[in-house]
């Protein structure tokens, strides 16, 4: 069984002022409120985006399309009101494209400039992820994806300039006590506690700094050092 068999889907209408619907439709996930280019769009008030039935598998949704169609009929044969194009059941889930028409696909997308959104849709978006908090399954694909990518000098140095001066907030200092609780702090750590700390120099990239974060980053963790082991041919 692939994903497309699992009970996501759900059959949608699109209702008129007056009550009557003008277009049903098929789909998964927020397919009922956002449109591309060429199709019908929703109505502006959402409250007349009906949902008819949900939780179906994609057959299954496909035939309750066809059968609303069928029974509403279409504006563009004369056989009712609805502004459909088909009799339904053409979705596309699950279909498998070629290697070819991704070639295509990705060349007539390619210098196409993207979209940007207002400032205004920004922060409406912000407001609504605010206090969501991520399932461990999703921190854990997120940490798997960046996981051995190294940061340029120029994220290094933006991260840098949109941390400084922030201060941190009690609770991220809570998290970090209760991640370095029980943890052993590293001798040359212990020795320095309540002196200034000095600085090193790494021996392969000359870099300068305190003998912390240049002991985590550099000396035998040093990016130059394991390109050397590496190798030209697996940089």
């Known amino acids: ?31 009922a409120w956002i449109k591309g280019k060429g199709e019908v769009y929703p109505p502006k008030d959402k409250n007349r985006i009906v949902i008819c039935e949900s939780n179906l598998t994609d057959v299954g949704s496909l035939a309750i399309e066809r059968r609303l169609i069928r029974w509403y009929g279409r504006k563009d044969n004369n056989t ?9 059941g053409d979705g596309c889930a ?8 991704c070639a295509a696909q990705s060349l007539r997308s390619r210098g196409k400039k993207i979209k940007k959104h207002s400032n205004e849709t920004n922060l409406a978006k912000s407001r609504r992820q605010k206090g969501k908090k991520p399932t461990l399954e999703v921190i854990e694909k997120r940490a798997e994806a960046r996981r051995g990518i190294l940061m340029t000098e120029k994220q ?26 029980g ?30 974060n240049m002991s985590r980053w550099h000396f035998d963790n040093c990016k130059n050092k394991l390109n050397m082991v590496k190798g030209p041919e697996e940089k």
């Not at 699992?6 to 699109?14: D, E, G, I, P, R």
């Open 80 to 88: 009712g009101i609805l502004r459909n194009k088909t009799d339904g």
């Open 94 to 101: 699950g279909v498998v494209r070629s290697a070819e028409f």
């Open 156 to 181: 290094k140095e933006h991260l840098s300039k949109v941390k400084t001066g922030v201060p941190r907030s009690k609770e991220s200092c809570i998290k970090q006590s209760i991640t370095m609780t």
């Open 183 to 212: 943890k052993k702090r590293p001798d040359h750590s212990i020795a320095l506690m309540g002196k200034s700390r000095p600085t090193v120099i790494c021996p392969y990239c000359d870099k300068m700094g305190g003998i912390n």
């Open 1 to 31: 069984m692939t994903e497309y068999n699992s009970k996501t889907f759900y059959v949608y209408a699109y209702i008129r002022i007056d009550g009557s619907p003008y277009y049903i439709g098929k789909g998964s996930r927020t397919r």
